[in-house]
């Protein structure tokens, strides 16, 4: 299957820095790429879309200066957590697709620890 | 708005028994549909999807998933669980727009197996 890669698989960072996050597709072009957040024993949660070349689409509820997004090719989209707070650590997945019809495949994940 | 609940957060079964994990979905058009595996440490694994046609789908490591639209449902199945199947199991639904959409993912239900 597609595989999709993210890095750092975990990083610690100081309140108030900014941290970014790859997410890439190996093996295929992801035209659509997805980025999801999960809290500790809880599910999924779809922050945000972002298509190759165009602005991302938020979630509601999600803080658009707060995480960027961009999806700069058809096989990397970073996410930026800036000015990070203890409230964002978290575990941030990204996942891939080819379109429409298409399955999505999912990065390993990026544990997140704010300090 | 669509949703996917997962009623059963835990489920303890014996090695060798039979598995069932339910899922129930709510969506205004045709779903697709999926079952994820997640283990520690690891990203999501896809073990099944449905799109269209047969309502009983085959996945991988012998996992099968029945669609019944009259109850909503789409419920996972083992015939003889392994150890290894261990891990916490994600139910998600998504639009007609398969891998342009993002997914709405269940609570999860992690299986114990019991030697």
């Known amino acids: 299957g597609a595989v999709v890669s993210q890095h750092p698989s975990w990083v610690i960072c100081k309140s108030g820095t900014s941290v970014k996050i790859e997410c890439r597709s190996l093996d295929f072009q992801a035209t659509t790429m997805f980025w999801y957040r999960q809290f500790p024993k809880q599910s999924l949660m779809l922050m945000a879309t972002?298509?190759?070349?165009?602005?991302?689409?938020?979630e509601q509820g999600v803080e658009k200066d707060k995480f960027l997004i961009n999806h700069a090719s058809l096989t990397l989209s970073t996410l930026t957590v800036t000015s990070a707070h203890p409230e964002d650590s978290s575990f941030y997945i990204c996942?891939?697709?080819?379109?429409?019809?298409?399955?999505?495949?999912f990065g390993p994940g990026t544990r997140l620890t704010v300090l | 708005a669509q949703s996917v609940t997962q009623p059963d957060i835990h489920i303890t079964v014996s090695e060798g028994a039979s598995l069932e994990l339910r899922c129930n979905y709510s969506?205004?058009?045709?779903?697709?549909l999926f079952w994820y595996v997640q283990s520690p440490g690891q990203g999501l694994q896809l073990l099944l999807k449905?799109?269209?046609?047969?309502?009983l789908v085959q996945g991988i490591k012998g996992f099968e998933a029945e669609f019944k639209r009259s109850q909503s449902s789409f419920n996972l199945r083992k015939p003889s669980v392994h150890w290894s199947d261990a891990a916490e199991y994600f139910c998600a639904v998504g639009g007609s727009g398969g891998g342009a959409d993002g997914l709405t993912f269940g609570k999860g239900t992690h299986l114990i197996i019991q030697p």
């Open positions: 449905y799109f269209s046609g047969d309502t």
């Open positions: 996942s891939g697709g080819e379109g429409v019809g298409d399955t999505q495949y």
């Open positions: 972002s298509n190759e070349g165009s602005k991302a689409t938020y």
């Open positions: 969506y205004g058009a045709t779903p697709y």
